[in-house]
């Protein structure tokens, strides 16, 4: 059904339902004003930076805080009334913190802004090609005493263990840890580190250690990955590359998220009010618009043309405006 709608509907008609089609643009006339609190986990400090900055140019607002915080914080002051955007890597949690929101009277609607996602690289000369979740786990946990990859199993190479990875405080390093060892920040500790904005020398630091292996952000990493190996990653279904598309369609799993702005539905349109009258309606729309742009400007991967209208159907049923 959500097909046919979406393929039923032209640019022109999402113009006039919300106000913009992907255009990096909100006319004046259409653009609500006003003060919209956001907070976010720091997969998203960067882009929600962006999205603030544009919604500031677009709007003339100049009283829309941005807070940096955890999903959990995020998610409990969005459910408490306390901000308006949470912006997160994680589904508000059904049975703790729903409740939450609908006793405050708040209907949390979700739209995805970007993706984000971890990629692991080796040196050639280790010619590992693939490798699963469980030797992933033995190999990078806290306490780990794997010295040398042929202790992960039969076929990989005797060479000792040189490993490489981002800084703990990364979005990625939380990715990475949560995913494949049960929980964000456990890690061991012996590997060298590398700052986002150093994806340059962190490819280059595999390429000249013939034991190398590391992960790091993808999109930061993207356009360096040719000097190296892409290591693909077996979560039980097969060993999955990351790519635009198996990042997008979600496959390349565990290893990559899907990054949420939750609002309160309540606040975008009421009975006598058109969803263009709303400051938190025409923030959402400013993401939107700029989700592409905000992503591949921040190191993350952007959501599709088609992932975007789907967003924007959806809010618009929720809203029964079909």
């Known amino acids: 059904m959500l097909k046919r709608l979406i393929s039923g509907l032209t640019c022109g008609a999402l113009v006039l339902l919300v106000g913009a089609c992907g255009y ?17 986990s ?3 400090a960067a882009f929600n930076l962006r999205a603030v900055r544009t919604f500031r140019e677009q709007t003339g607002d100049t009283d829309t805080p941005l807070t940096l915080g955890s999903n959990s914080s995020a998610i409990e002051n969005f459910c408490n009334g306390e901000i308006d955007v949470a912006a997160v890597s994680r589904e508000i949690n059904q049975t703790t913190e729903a409740p939450l929101c609908s006793k405050n009277g708040i209907t949390p609607q979700r739209v995805l802004v970007a993706h984000e996602a971890a990629v692991v690289i080796a040196n050639k000369a280790l010619a590992i090609d693939c490798l699963t979740t469980a030797q992933l786990r033995q190999l990078w946990r806290k306490g780990s005493k794997i010295t040398s990859y042929n202790q992960l199993g039969s076929g990989l190479p005797a060479a ?11 979005g990625v390093f939380d990715l990475f840890t949560a995913a ?5 920040g456990n890690s061991r500790s012996d590997y060298r580190t590398f700052l986002y904005q150093q994806a340059p020398a962190f490819s280059a630091a595999i390429a000249a250690d013939k034991s190398a292996l590391g992960y790091f952000d993808y999109g930061a990493a993207a356009d360096q990955l040719a000097s190296n190996s892409v290591v693909g990653v077996d979560g039980g279904d097969g060993c999955i590359k990351p790519s635009l598309a198996t990042i997008q369609n979600g496959s390349y799993s565990p290893l990559s998220l899907p990054l949420y702005y939750y609002f309160n539905l309540r606040q975008t349109a009421s009975d006598t009010q058109k969803i263009s ?3 938190v309606a025409t923030f959402i729309e400013v ?5 592409a742009t905000f992503s591949q400007a921040n190191s993350l991967v952007p959501v599709t043309p088609d992932q975007i209208t789907r967003q924007r159907v959806r809010w618009l049923q929720a809203l029964k405006r079909f």
């Open 287 to 291: 993401t939107l618009a700029g989700a």
């Open 277 to 279: 009258d709303s400051a």
């Open 24 to 40: 990096p643009t909100i006319p004046r006339s259409r653009a609500a004003s006003g003060r919209v609190a956001v907070e976010g």
């Open 180 to 184: 494949i060892n049960g929980q964000s």
């Open 160 to 170: 000792k263990v040189s490993l490489f990875g981002p800084t703990t405080t990364s």
């Open 42 to 44: 720091a997969a998203l």
